[in-house]
């Protein structure tokens, strides 16, 4: 049965998507209904829309990968006899395809299966983190984190101050819409620097905002979940990324710091120098126990890239709770 309206038709598309990505569902319908909206907006009917971009089935299968790409920018979907051909959406084509399917012998009609799973030996999970990107990438995240935490908190409480501070004043409402548009883009940017360092899929786009009367939009910001949301996390990244950076320095320094403290007193004569009150110490390590502190270096510096790797997925769960909102 065709939907008979917007709303029917997103909760179809979201009840088709049930599983999938709670960002690539996002996308999705704010793709669905800005093009439904547009399309209503230009007097057409609405099961000739639907016709046009498809079912909630036939694009659910489109942005699950299930659908068979004919040429470009349309998608023909196998959901209902492949006939009708749904666009591309933003939020699609960035995708990577879902991982290949084997068939197993003899499986006929019960379809592909899935390879089965290869795991990494014991001496790969423990050193392969030297070399895993993602580690690198998490860690990056946190040395910057400070950097936007202080902007965006800096952005998010002057701006909210201003505003109800003017608002009664002319000045104080544009300035207020001004800030809800200012948070949402914050997310936004939010969102695809933990896509892009932390690995996670994460909205792509924003909301459908069509135009509208000034109070219309502003009620609009103000009674999105996203708004609020957003605003909490971006606000909570000063004290955030204040942790991230002083736990990756500290973990760095400490780590590095082990194994170059040999070296140093190798080209130096000592590892250092303290001028106390009773003189001057040179502190020197004993040559037998070089290599010891070497090792406690590098086991150190192991174990803080394993951390590292786990607060940047820990963070990539986190943001896309806050910055996802699946409820309309």
């Known amino acids: 049965m065709v939907p008979s309206d917007i ?28 093009h439904l909206q547009a399309e209503l907006a230009a007097g057409r009917v609405f099961a000739e829309i639907v016709d046009d971009y498809g079912t909630p089935a036939e694009v659910a299968a489109a942005y699950l990968g299930t659908a068979t790409v004919q040429g470009t920018g349309t998608v023909s979907a196998g959901g209902s006899g492949g006939d009708s051909v749904a666009p591309v959406a933003p939020g699609l084509s960035a995708d990577a395809p879902p991982p290949a399917v084997v068939a197993a012998p003899g499986a006929g009609a019960a379809g ?22 993602r580690v690198w990438t998490s860690l990056l995240y946190m040395i910057i984190s400070l950097a936007t935490g202080i902007f965006y908190f800096t952005v998010v409480v002057t701006m909210i101050s201003t505003s109800f501070g003017t608002s009664i004043l002319i000045i104080g409402l544009p300035l207020l819409l001004l800030t809800l548009g200012f948070v949402r883009g914050m997310a936004l940017f939010e969102g695809r620097l933990v896509e892009f360092l932390l690995g996670t899929r994460m909205p792509r786009r924003p909301r459908a905002d069509l135009p509208r009367p000034f109070f219309q939009r502003l ?108 409820a309309r």
Do not use: C
């Open 7 to 34: 709303e029917t038709y997103l909760k179809e598309l979201q009840a088709a998507l049930a599983g999938a990505d709670p960002a690539l569902v996002q996308d999705a319908l704010f793709d669905a209904e800005e």
């Open 112 to 133: 592909p299966v899935p390879p089965p799973p290869v795991y990494p030996s014991v001496w790969r999970q423990i050193f392969g983190v030297v070399y895993d990107p």
């Open 219 to 326: 009620w609009f910001w103000l009674r999105d979940g996203r708004t609020w949301a957003s605003m909490v996390y971006l606000v909570l990244m000063l004290p955030i990324g204040i942790v991230y950076f002083t736990f990756a320095v500290t973990g760095l320094a400490l780590g590095i710091g082990l194994i170059a403290l040999p070296f140093v007193q190798l080209i130096f004569g000592h590892t250092w120098i303290d001028y106390g009150i009773n003189g001057v110490h040179e502190w020197l390590l004993p040559a037998w126990g070089m290599p010891f502190v070497v090792i406690a270096g590098f086991l150190v510096l192991l174990g803080w890239l394993h951390a590292f790797r786990w607060i940047g997925r820990g963070h990539a769960a986190y943001a896309k709770a806050m910055l996802v909102r699946l």
